[in-house]
């Protein structure tokens, strides 16, 4: 059965994906180290901007008014 | 929380990768080359291997089970006696286990039971007459059967000389040919019929206890 | 944000009302012609994408319809004679129009446009998109053909005969390469919660395509082994490479449109993570019952069952950063569609969850229950949010605005009431029909007759979805011919603040 093609992808596949998962924690631990995991609730805030800030409703349906932003001034006015 | 990409790669490679040896590298390697066994049932001639070979016509016949799309309704695949009621419908005598596979080059377990299971239709319905007419017009046999017809794998033609000793009898008023006419099966049909006819999985193996 | 000037001198009078200046002038700039770059990739993988949904519908449509009236004698004979328009042959057109034509080309349009706001960067490499948008096509084309022809493979959900498929894996490890291409484009620094969907998704689907292939028609696994590796497959193309496209559009647009940050982004680090943990052990579930050893059906529903923190976890994530904001579903059409896919994500997640214990298996394995899983996933969840994803990035790229808010309503509640009817019959029909079937007292053709109803309520749902996505196409084509309203406030600018509310 050694001559089955699928027994050699297989095996060869076996071989590269345990040398990445090596490699895969070695990488975690050295993005850990690098702290990356850091100050997570910031990026949150990444897809807002000067145009379009928190608080800005930015969909409606065609023709109708949208929603006066900011609605909670919380939201808008705390940064 | 990843803000690098070749961290978010290795990461999502890891996680892929260990579902990938398991579910499909280990039971591979468990019981991915298993060989048919010679059939242990005290009235099997020796050297009658089980499963028996897929070949000739019903390898044939495989290839047209799939092309019409049969496994969306029908399943290849008996549960143990205490999950559902296969056992006790008769579409088997014993649960079905990786062996009885291994001889066809694709396999067709199937996940619906539009219709019922096909694991032994060869054990009970025997006759290559009653698949072509049922084939042919399901409802002719089963006045409530939802299954589709495969007239297409039918020929209708001019009888010559005595009829096909093939040609579908006995159909009833509405899906009989006209006078002179007689309906006989293509060679994908009988293919098709050669391959239902071989699906009979009620052989003995080593490892299935009778009655599991 | 008091940065906002009011007293420079406007160019012209439309834009006088309209756009903003200073910080927010140039950023709004960027975007514009961020998603101007976007426009003639995203534009060509949604086109297309709508073009199969249609003909994914129509032969929806028709393998439903022929399930409770095979010989339909009212209809065109041709309908029910032709060899290619069998039901074995018409299901599997269905399922593969839908997947790859429709779902897999608005998950890559959807994805396209995400990856250049998430980058804040224009688009790179059109050509390449643009090459890979040609195979993809040609490859559902030459494989929906086979499919009709007889070449199908019967491999669910890998129908497409194998003369296809390399099509698709080039044009899929294409748009792969440009979205690592892309992500390079970004600045640093920022890396958005949907971006690791995004990225996770276009990094595990051309292995798992390019597995299956190899594994299951290169060099085909002796066996019931193809089972297992046939639902490998098939749970996870739903739940490695549409879930998180699905995601990464939720955890953009539902805190994009409600102008409020994801409530926890904590959480949604836990629940991809936990995702990509568990998901991919699941789909031996399929197989409870089956010729396979048992631990390696038991693994699976380990699995599965832990799939309860990932979904759970996006459920509240998406809940609370709804909190005080469900008013907006009134106004808001990506809202609408994108929270009640949210919401069907979680429903159905949990669904399959108890699908994969063993005694409520019992009865839903081999029934109409599972049917309306799939589509509760496919169409509930993923269908859904990329509708929402549609109606809020088209606008900005054709730069009007939808034509009509009647045909947004329309579609929306034609194929709300239409696939929540559908969800209903599936699961109801399917239960009963796996209680008589495993009653050996009640004779099979009974069983058969049982689901009849139930399959007569599905095909009606099949018309309202149906004209779900006629007025949905139509209202795209409108778009596409630049038909739509001139482009106003809702979309494209906001309105300056201090007109708003006098922040600054």
Known sequence: MNEDPAIVIVLVMLGVMLAILASAVAALYWAASRGEFNRLEEKSHSIFGADEPVGQVTDSFPGQPREKSPALPEDARHD | MMNRLPTLFMGMLLTFSSAWIGLVVVPWAFFGTLEPVQNPSEMAMPGEMVPPPVTGNIEAGLEVYAANGCVYCHTQQ????????????????????????????????????????????????????????????????????????????????????????????????????????EIVPTQEARDLVAYLLSLKRNYPLPEVPPDF | MT??????????????????????????????????????????????????????????????????????????????????????????????????????????????????????????????????????????????????????????????????????????????????????????????????????????????????????????????????????????????????????????????????????????????????????????????????????VTASIVASCMMVIPVLVVALNHHLTMRGKWHLLISSPTLRFIVFGAMMYTAVSLQGISMSLRSLNEVTHFTHYTIGHAHWGMYAFFTMTMFGSMYYIVPRLVDCEWRSASLIKWHFWATFYGILLMLLVLTVGGLWQGFKLNDPEVPFTTVVQSTIPWLIGRSFSGVLITIGHVVFAYHFFLMIMRLGKPAGKPTLFREPVEAEGGVA
């Open chain 2, 78 to 181: 008996v549960r143990p006696e205490r999950q559902g009621s296969d056992i006790k419908r008769g579409w088997g005598t014993r649960r079905t286990v990786p062996r009885d596979y291994i001889r066809e080059k694709r396999v067709f377990l199937g996940t619906m039971r539009t219709g019922p299971d096909l694991t032994n239709v060869g054990v009970r319905l025997q006759d290559p007459a009653w698949h072509h007419q049922h084939l042919y017009a399901p409802r002719s046999i089963y006045p409530n059967s939802t299954m589709p017809n495969y007239a297409f794998l039918y020929d209708v033609r001019e009888i010559q000389g005595q009829g096909s000793p093939e040609a579908i009898q006995d159909l009833p008023p509405e899906n009989a040919p006209p006078p002179g006419y």
């Open chain 3, 3 to 296: 940065d906002v000037m009011k007293s420079s001198p406007q160019p012209t009078a439309q834009e006088s009302i309209l756009a903003p200046q200073g910080e927010a002038h140039s950023e709004l700039l960027r975007r514009r012609e961020i998603d101007a770059s976007c426009r003639v990739p995203v534009m060509t993988f949604y086109a297309s994408g709508i073009f199969w949904l249609l003909i994914g519908t129509a032969l929806a449509l028709l393998a439903s319809v022929k399930m409770h009236w095979p010989d339909f004698p009212w209809a065109p004979q041709y309908l029910v004679e032709a060899e290619w328009l069998n039901f074995g042959r018409v299901r599997p057109a269905h399922l593969n129009t839908v997947i790859y034509g429709w779902a897999t080309a608005a998950g890559v349009g959807t994805l396209i446009w995400l990856m250049a706001r998430l980058c804040q960067a224009k688009v790179v490499g059109t050509p390449i998109l643009m090459v890979a948008a040609v195979f993809w096509n040609v490859g559902v084309l030459i494989g929906t053909m086979g499919i009709l022809g007889g070449h199908s493979t019967s491999i669910e959900w890998l129908e497409i005969p194998p003369y296809a498929t390399p099509l698709l894996f080039l044009s899929y490890a294409m748009v792969a390469i440009w979205t690592v291409i892309m992500f390079t484009q970004r600045p640093p620094g920022h890396v958005y919660v949907s971006q690791w969907y995004l990225l996770g998704a276009i990094f595990w689907f051309p292995w798992l395509y390019g597995i299956v292939q190899l594994l299951l028609l290169g060099f085909p696994v002796q066996g019931s082994i193809q089972g297992i590796v046939n639902w490998w497959f098939a749970h996870n193309v739903l739940g490695l490479w549409f879930t998180p496209i699905g995601l990464a559009a939720a955890y953009y647009f539902i805190p994009k449109v409600i102008g409020k940050p994801v409530y926890s982004y904590y959480l949604s680090a836990l629940g991809f993570w936990s995702l990509a943990l568990f998901y991919s052990w699941n789909g031996g579930h399929h197989l409870i019952g089956g010729p396979l050893p048992t631990w390696v």
